[in-house]
């Protein structure tokens, strides 16, 4: 089963965010360890070197994609605005075209497990569509390195 697809809202200043909602089984600290440590973002994602601090930037290296065929970017300089241990992080990923991408990961109990809000501010130019299969395989990952369970294959998201 896959990550169902994002959920868009529009605030009053016209800002659309997309959110995906995922609810996992193990508990909140497990789940922050999964998206905050470099070793075990990796099992995902990516991983970062650096001295992590709320408005200081981490080198983060996007090595997911050599899994979907893609080649693994040089590190970029991700500036972290909001970390509340274990609940909350707020990060902003530089762009191409100089509009960063603002992501808001929320981790709160859900039960005996976890559920994970991901949000992502979009750009102007930016649809939903952009990001969507993206995202919703890089949180089946998350989902298969929890379970230590064989990481999904990007065809299945395109």
Known sequence: MTTPPAEVRTDPEGTT??????????????????????????????????????????????????????????P???????????????????????????????VEPHGAGAVLVFAQRLVPGMSVEDVDAGWRWYLDRLGASLRGAPMPEWSAYV
């Open 17 to 74: 965010t997309a959110i995906w909602r995922r609810e996992y089984p193990d508990p909140v600290e497990d789940v922050w360890a999964a998206i905050t440590e470099s070793e075990r973002l990796g099992r995902w994602i990516g991983t970062w070197t650096g001295e992590p601090r709320v408005g200081g930037t981490v080198a983060f290296t996007l090595t997911g994609e050599a899994d979907a065929g893609g080649e693994v970017a040089e």
């Open 76 to 106: 970029a300089d991700v500036r972290i605005l909001a970390c509340e241990e274990p609940r909350h992080l707020a990060v902003e990923f530089p762009a191409p075209d100089d509009q960063a991408w603002l992501v808001d990961l929320t």
